[in-house]
């Protein structure tokens, strides 16, 4: 319930403002951690579907920094309190820590609330934003706070910035335009993640035409028949 909550404002908040960048890498990253190796594309779609909800929980950590928007609703501009606490090394720890607990105590320890496994996915959001457009000052994030109050943003910008003045911005041309340049950029990322998986016949020494969701390590290697001589 609280990830569906969690989910719903996120949408409402972001939609397609920067969302779409963040979410292709957490469902890459999600299907590198939780999709078995397979044979083809359709098993490949298969076994992701069949982990769909590993998946979501992946691509809600990857925009989890941008919870700082929902403070922003209050004030009627959503930039208010953005890239501040979340967006900084004690803030992605902090948030790695209470998910791995909650993953360890109450889930009793999922692969996808891995401490590592989490932080690798909040850190790339903090990535992706350093090589996103800025026009609000100060101009980057305070990425290695509190070790450093440097701001740190990419003189090349891969995504632009998105509209997000307030709720109405949302849903503008610009925004529109943003959302399929993000997606043209990051999908690929995606079919990679799922082209890893595929286990094609002859790629490999002593791996070919393993089943859905074996490794070759899973394979048992029968011990060589011993003939008595007569």
């Given at each position: ?7 719903a ?10 969302s ?51 403070f ?19 803030g ?31 850190a ?47 849903f ?14 990051s999908f690929p ?42």
């Open positions: 319930m609280c990830l569906c909550a969690y989910a404002l996120l949408l409402v908040a972001k939609s397609m403002a920067l779409i960048a963040h979410g292709c890498f957490g469902l890459a990253l999600g299907i590198w951690r939780v999709v078995p190796r397979c044979g083809s594309w359709r098993e490949a779609l298969q076994l992701a579907w069949e982990r769909r909800r590993e998946l979501l929980v992946c691509i809600l950590i990857a925009n989890a920094p941008d919870i700082d928007f929902f922003g609703i209050l004030t009627g501009n959503l930039n208010r309190f953005h890239q501040a606490g979340t967006h900084t090394l004690a992605i720890l902090a948030m790695a820590l209470g998910l791995w607990l909650y993953g360890k105590y109450a889930l009793k320890n999922r692969p996808v609330l891995a401490f590592w496994f989490v932080f690798l996915l909040l790339g959001h903090l990535v992706i934003d350093v090589f996103t457009a800025d026009t609000r000052r100060p101009i980057g994030i305070m990425l290695a706070w509190p070790f450093s109050e440097r701001y740190w943003h990419s003189a090349v910008s891969l995504f632009p910035a998105a509209a997000k003045q307030n709720a109405m911005d949302i503008c041309l610009r925004n529109l335009k943003n959302a399929g340049w993000e997606f043209f950029v990322f995606v079919a990679a993640a799922l082209l890893m998986k595929i286990h094609k016949q002859g790629l490999s020494l002593g791996g070919a035409g393993l089943p859905p969701g074996r490794s070759e390590r899973d394979e048992v290697v029968p011990s060589p028949k011993i003939h008595p001589r007569d």
